[in-house]
């Protein structure tokens, strides 16, 4: 799928008087987005959005029947994405979401729809919807995308005993993979900042922590505000 460009106003203002910045984490499943996220919200001034996959009624049955269940899972995920980023482009200050709508489509229903599990019709009129969309929305002003190898990926997936997660096809998770990796290398729409999410350890580790700070903070000079010095 071709990436439309999306509105792109430059330095969105509030009432406030503030720039709003907008920072999206990407990354395969059990890349580690949410632990990212939780790192960077305790440590600036941010307002964190959440991917909800928890709300999707869809979910469950998906895993479960990928056939059956596949396009109507992801209607839901990109219009709740819709709205998430809707709501994000009314927050001040700066924003963290994990997992942008441009995943949703340009890796997850596009893999769908490879794997026949979205037919030709179901598909045109996501590709409608979508395009509507990105004339909707503005893109991050910075993307963060977690590299992760496959043998991790799947560690982590074991390890956080998702029921529904657990017997995701190998298959799936490299066909995922491999359109992240196309999806990331084409990607212009703003500053992007690759981490390897295997190596680096921002839960725990001082010096990575410190290093991923830095990383940021050189591409978002003065936007971020720590909440303690250090």
Request: glycine fraction near 4%.
């Given at each position: 799928?071709?990436?439309?460009?999306?509105?792109?106003?430059?330095?969105?203002?509030?009432?406030?008087?503030?720039?709003?910045?907008?920072?999206?984490?990407?990354?395969?499943?059990?890349?580690?987005?949410?632990?990212?996220?939780?790192?960077?919200?305790?440590?600036?001034?941010?307002?964190?959005?959440?991917?909800?996959?928890?709300?999707?009624?869809?979910?469950?049955?998906?895993?479960?029947?990928?056939?059956?269940?596949?396009?109507?899972?992801?209607?839901?995920?990109?219009?709740?994405?819709?709205?998430?980023?809707?709501?994000?482009?009314?927050?001040?200050?700066?924003?963290?979401?994990?997992?942008?709508?441009?995943?949703?489509?340009?890796?997850?229903?596009?893999?769908?729809?490879?794997?026949?599990?979205?037919?030709?019709?179901?598909?045109?009129?996501?590709?409608?919807?979508?395009?509507?969309?990105?004339?909707?929305?503005?893109?991050?002003?910075?993307?963060?995308?977690?590299?992760?190898?496959?043998?991790?990926?799947?560690?982590?997936?074991?390890?956080?005993?998702?029921?529904?997660?657990?017997?995701?096809?190998?298959?799936?998770?490299?066909?995922?993979?491999?359109?992240?990796?196309?999806?990331?290398?084409?990607?212009?729409?703003?500053?992007?900042?690759?981490?390897?999410?295997?190596?680096?350890?921002?839960v725990s580790d001082l010096v990575d922590r410190?290093?991923?700070?830095?990383?940021?903070?050189?591409?978002?000079?003065?936007?971020?505000?720590?909440?303690?010095?250090?």
């Amino acid at each position: 799928m071709d990436l439309s460009q999306p509105r792109n106003d430059d330095d969105v203002q509030f009432q406030s008087g503030g720039a709003r910045r907008f920072i999206a984490i990407a990354g395969n499943i059990g890349a580690g987005k949410s632990s990212l996220l939780e790192f960077l919200t305790s440590t600036y001034h941010v307002a964190p959005f959440y991917e909800p996959n928890d709300d999707n009624p869809y979910l469950e049955d998906f895993y479960r029947d990928m056939k059956r269940w596949a396009f109507s899972s992801q209607l839901f995920f990109l219009s709740n994405k819709f709205r998430i980023h809707q709501e994000a482009d009314r927050t001040p200050g700066v924003v963290i979401q994990d997992r942008t709508i441009f995943e949703d489509a340009e890796i997850f229903a596009t893999a769908l729809h490879q794997m026949r599990k979205i037919d030709a019709r179901d598909w045109a009129t996501y590709c409608d919807f979508y395009q509507s969309i990105l004339q909707a929305i503005q893109p991050p002003d910075l993307l963060i995308y977690l590299r992760c190898p496959m043998r991790t990926l799947r560690r982590r997936i074991r390890l956080r005993g998702r029921a529904m997660e657990q017997d995701i096809p190998l298959s799936y998770l490299k066909r995922l993979e491999r359109l992240y990796e196309d999806w990331i290398e084409r990607y212009d729409l703003g500053e992007k900042l690759v981490l390897d999410s295997d190596r680096l350890d921002f839960v725990s580790d001082l010096v990575d922590r410190q290093d991923v700070r830095e990383r940021i903070e050189r591409l978002l000079p003065s936007a971020l505000q720590r909440h303690f010095a250090g």
